[in-house]
């Protein structure tokens, strides 16, 4: 079978397909015949090996797991001898590692069966990016129904998620993204879609009871000042990861301490999140978009060979919205 592999740390460049022998699932395991999966941000920035401190655990001069992608959609090829919940023949979604390959192995409990009416194409959108944006408006931010929502980096597959599920659950969304992304942003569900290159969202005279911020580039004491008495901030991702230099990622991490530490002294919260592949959240979410409150940021398709281009176009981030690679 074909796959694409990283055998060095580096940009898009050092991705390759590859032809390799096909996985056999273990006890637990399901084999998926991928019919479609996505890219997300994590995926581009790990071939650079960032943070260094995570090839303590990935590898320290070349990735240890040579395989990249993780969202996927497809057929049950096979199945384990324990697996219960899968036949050959199922349609399923969710995660597993080396998903940008014709064959992928997957945990029986990071899947879920895909609904007939969704393409394996929506499904491959949902599992990482819509998990982190349900996650983090639903239990970090707590959101309730008639709240106002400011989402920063709207434009991306979390931001857009995070748009088009706010609204979902009742929320007076705002935006903030790149000129680009303002019409299709509007599309998924907000209320009020701000320019980032015209528009200061801080000026405006605006207070929210949840600001989802997925660029990092904010601090804490700049966003309480637009939060309601009970604001909370919600941080999702890690900050700095596409930046050239290498400490973006080091200041990242210093605002997010230094915000937390502050917000433990007032009643406006600052609450860093990072997403759980749940098979209730995935079926949540599947529940969403079958019922048209919400809808994927489709914004790209490529094949399998061109995985390179694609991871180019995550680490660029003009593409935006969530990006299919298709065996």
């Given amino acids: 079978m074909k796959a694409i592999l990283r055998r060095a ?3 898009p460049e050092a991705l390759r397909l590859e032809e390799v022998p096909a996985p056999t699932p273990g006890p637990r395991e399901v084999l998926v015949r ?15 090996g960032r943070p260094a401190l995570s090839r303590l655990f990935t590898g320290l001069a070349r990735p240890k797991d040579l395989r990249a992608g993780a969202d996927l959609a497809g057929e049950v090829a096979a199945v384990g001898a324990e697996v219960s919940r899968f036949s050959p023949g199922d349609a399923v979604f969710g995660v597993g590692r080396g998903a940008f390959a014709e064959l992928v192995c997957a945990s029986e409990d990071k899947l879920v069966r895909k609904p007939a009416a969704l393409s394996f194409e929506q499904a491959a959108a949902l599992p990482v990016a819509g998990s982190t944006a349900l996650q983090g408006l639903r239990d970090a931010g707590n959101l309730r129904s008639g709240e106002r929502v400011l989402v920063l980096g709207a434009g991306g597959g979390v931001g857009g998620f995070a748009v088009g599920i706010a609204a979902a659950m009742g929320a007076e969304v705002t935006a903030v993204t790149r000129s680009e992304h303002v019409e299709r942003v509007r599309a998924l569900g907000a209320a009020r879609v701000l320019d980032r290159a015209q528009a200061d969202f801080a000026a405006d005279g605006a207070f929210y009871d949840l600001i989802f911020d997925l660029g990092g580039t904010q601090s804490f004491a700049a966003l309480r000042r637009l939060l309601a008495p009970d604001g909370r901030v919600v941080a999702a991702g890690i900050g700095g990861l596409g930046e050239p230099k290498l400490g973006a990622m080091a200041a990242w991490a210093g605002r997010v301490a230094a915000g937390m530490l502050r917000s433990r002294f007032g009643r406006r919260k600052l609450i860093f999140t990072m997403a759980a592949i749940r098979p209730t959240d995935l079926e949540a979410l599947a529940a969403m978009m079958e019922a048209g409150t919400v809808h994927p940021p489709l914004t790209g398709r490529f094949p399998l060979a061109e995985t390179p281009a694609a991871m180019r176009a995550l680490l660029d981030g003009r593409t935006g919205g969530k990006i299919l690679i298709l065996p």
Avoid at 34 to 48: E, T, Y
């Fill in 9 to 11: 740390y580096g940009g």
């Fill in 34 to 48: 991928v019919r479609a999966a996505s890219g997300n941000a994590m995926d581009a920035h790990m071939l650079l």
